[in-house]
């Protein structure tokens, strides 16, 4: 917006400084006196301005008063005040948030705030950033002395930090820590944080050049959600090494690598030991005009050195495997250009043959593997398996197809259309414990597809059908619509067998001028009842806007609730007073464009 301004009088001092006199400053039209910021005097030098007895009016009514406020008046940073946020809910009560942010040096900053709730006392949250041409870091810390729900000081601190240690090796730091499991269930506002289970820590040195990449690091974490048996939490991984090469041979046009691990796994409850894990790979790909054949082979070679302290389940204590995979893989490009509709259509088909012969891993820990989600990346998976403590047994054809439909003029794709299957030629013996056999019949087909039917609406589905025992494994729905003027409607239908059944709908409509209505409810089918939903109102003219939403989402493990309102004044050219609305309007609805 264009901003305008008056003052009663103009003091020049002196080159570069000058003072005004009863200034008042707006980014309204001439004729819109919808909010102003006055002052008795603003005082501007060439690197800083100070206002005395600085008010800020929405029509004639003041809403804050600033007895005095320096602000950079040039390009350069400058230590200050921020915008307040303010806010209710019902697990922290009413809260206002002061922040002030700190220019310590050109490549350091930090913020501070001070956030004030009525029904647990003061936190202070830091965030520290730095950044040089050799590393770059973000160090946060948040501090609540004394809760006064819980009588006890709560605490949170995460480091993320990189560094360049030579020209192709660079060091890496990751951690969280909180002071106890629900610390964010109570004093975080996102659905993300409050889901959270782990906190992961890791420290890692890196290299890596054209062929290969080298990982060295300590894995560890932090549990937050105390329900989780003890089998079921991860090993620390103290320490580990991986690398991963791969090269070609101009000479005889073949590609051949090397996968290796060696990592240490640590538990208090479950086996613990240590894994070495080497996989040479040879492969040759043949380019036939559009049709691409690549025939490969694998080696898997596993070991393990377990410790006999806990080893009571295992038989061996250095059980070891040497399992090859043998891979064919087929695909193809076809192209038609639809000139007279103005399209270009592409056939992708490809084939996968795997054979990977039976070993009897029984005896082996299960440190890290586990059964990947069920989805069309996956189809063409050669081991059924993540992670390196099994290898599945299998005789497999996957076979799949995709099709994908661009406008000729904007190069935007129209249509996306993908199909695929696995045929399974005998029974698979490797399981993971409490896995169910899998006789040779096991199979399913997997289809996604999504069409921009026309620039307002769009369609997106997915599925996956088990034909064997004639039932859906996972379906998801996507409807959008999406036109000018902020008119967005969003429904969505996600199920997966046994786990999740959820219906979606998220909208934001304008309803009379300068008016605009938001919403969304998520809905769980198989716990009958809301996960969130939240409703809102929105107004804006051309220099100034207001946000409110009322919300109410799940935030703890036991399926308690919190409701809360928030409130967001938008003074354009100056900025923004509340809590900062947008960031849960576009977490919420899909398409939804900040103002």
């Given at each position: 917006p264009q901003a305008r301004g008056t003052a009663e009088e103009i003091r020049i001092n002196s080159e570069n400084n000058f003072t005004l006199i009863k200034p008042v400053y707006t980014t309204c039209a001439s004729n819109d006196d919808s909010w102003s910021l006055e002052a008795e005097a603003i005082q501007i030098k060439a690197d800083e301005g100070i206002a005395k007895n600085l008010v800020l009016k929405i029509g004639n009514a003041p809403i804050l008063f600033l007895p005095y406020l320096s602000f950079p008046a040039s390009e350069q940073r400058k230590s200050g005040l921020l915008v307040p946020n303010f806010g209710s809910s019902s697990k922290k009560g009413t809260e206002i948030e002061i922040p002030y942010y700190w220019n310590i040096a050109p490549n350091i900053d930090m913020i501070s705030s001070m956030n004030w709730m009525s029904k647990r006392g003061i936190q202070f949250n830091n965030t520290l950033r730095f950044l040089t041409p050799k590393q770059y870091g973000e160090i946060e810390f948040n501090i609540l002395p004394n809760d006064d729900i819980s009588k006890s000081t709560r605490n949170y601190l995460a480091i993320n930090q990189e560094l360049k240690l030579l020209s192709n090796w660079r060091l890496r730091m990751n951690g969280e820590y909180a002071s106890d499991s629900e610390y964010f269930e109570d004093l975080t506002r996102s659905v993300n944080s409050t889901s959270r289970t782990h906190l992961f820590r890791t420290v890692r040195v890196q290299g890596f050049s054209e062929n290969w990449f080298i990982d060295i690091g300590m894995d560890n974490f932090q549990i937050l959600d105390q329900s989780i048996l003890s089998e079921d939490r991860p090993h620390k991984i103290l320490p580990y090494l991986d690398f991963d090469g791969q090269w070609v041979s101009q000479e005889f046009n073949l590609s051949y690598g090397l996968d290796a691990n060696l990592a240490h796994f640590e538990s208090n409850v479950n086996v613990s030991g240590t894994r070495f894990h080497l996989m040479p790979n040879l492969s040759k790909t043949f380019n036939l005009s559009g049709l691409q054949i690549k025939p490969e082979i694998q080696l898997d070679l596993t070991s393990y050195n377990l410790d006999s302290s806990n080893n009571d389940a295992m038989k061996a204590d250095s059980p070891n495997r040497?399992?090859?995979?043998?891979?064919?893989?087929?695909?193809?490009?076809?192209?038609?250009?639809?000139?007279?509709?103005?399209?270009?259509?592409?056939?992708?088909?490809?084939?996968?043959?795997?054979?990977?012969?039976?070993?009897?891993?029984?005896?082996?820990?299960?440190?890290?593997?586990?059964?990947?989600?069920?989805?069309?990346?996956?189809?063409?998976?050669?081991?059924?398996?993540?992670?390196?403590?099994?290898?599945?047994?299998?005789?497999?054809?996957?076979?799949?197809?995709?099709?994908?439909?661009?406008?000729?003029?904007?190069?935007?794709?129209?249509?996306?259309?993908?199909?695929?299957?696995?045929?399974?030629?005998?029974?698979?013996?490797?399981?993971?414990?409490?896995?169910?056999?899998?006789?040779?019949?096991?199979?399913?087909?997997?289809?996604?597809?999504?069409?921009?039917?026309?620039?307002?609406?769009?369609?997106?589905?997915?599925?996956?059908?088990?034909?064997?025992?004639?039932?859906?494994?996972?379906?998801?729905?996507?409807?959008?619509?999406?036109?000018?003027?902020?008119?967005?409607?969003?429904?969505?239908?996600?199920?997966?067998?046994?786990?999740?059944?959820?219906?979606?709908?998220?909208?934001?409509?304008?309803?009379?001028?300068?008016?605009?209505?938001?919403?969304?409810?998520?809905?769980?089918?198989?716990?009958?009842?809301?996960?969130?939903?939240?409703?809102?109102?929105?107004?804006?003219?051309?220099?100034?806007?207001?946000?409110?939403?009322?919300?109410?989402?799940?935030?703890?493990?036991?399926?308690?609730?919190?409701?809360?309102?928030?409130?967001?004044?938008?003074?354009?050219?100056?900025?923004?007073?509340?809590?900062?609305?947008?960031?849960?309007?576009?977490?919420?609805?899909?398409?939804?464009?900040?103002?």
């Open positions: 040497t399992v090859p995979i043998y891979s064919l893989d087929i695909q193809a490009l076809l192209k038609k250009n639809w000139e007279h509709k103005g399209y270009i259509q592409t056939l992708e088909p490809r084939i996968l043959g795997v054979y990977i012969p039976f070993r009897n891993q029984d005896d082996f820990p299960i440190f890290d593997s586990l059964v990947p989600d069920r989805n069309v990346h996956e189809l063409f998976r050669k081991n059924r398996y993540l992670g390196q403590d099994r290898v599945g047994d299998t005789s497999k054809l996957s076979y799949g197809i995709v099709s994908r439909i661009y406008d000729q003029k904007s190069s935007s794709e129209v249509f996306n259309f993908t199909f695929g299957k696995t045929q399974h030629f005998k029974d698979r013996k490797v399981r993971l414990p409490n896995e169910l056999p899998h006789d040779h019949h096991s199979s399913a087909y997997l289809a996604s597809m999504q069409w921009s039917m026309n620039p307002k609406w769009r369609l997106q589905l997915g599925h996956i059908w088990d034909s064997d025992h004639d039932l859906s494994n996972k379906t998801q729905i996507g409807l959008r619509y999406k036109s000018e003027g902020s008119r967005v409607i969003n429904f969505s239908y996600r199920y997966r067998k046994d786990n999740l059944k959820q219906l979606d709908t998220s909208f934001s409509w304008p309803i009379k001028d300068k008016w605009n209505i938001v919403g969304r409810y998520n809905y769980s089918i198989e716990d009958r009842k809301s996960l969130e939903h939240f409703f809102g109102l929105e107004y804006e003219t051309c220099c100034w806007g207001i946000r409110a939403i009322s919300r109410k989402h799940l935030i703890y493990r036991n399926g308690e609730t919190d409701s809360s309102f928030s409130i967001q004044f938008i003074f354009k050219g100056l900025g923004e007073v509340g809590m900062p609305i947008e960031n849960l309007l576009e977490e919420g609805i899909l398409g939804y464009d900040v103002p």
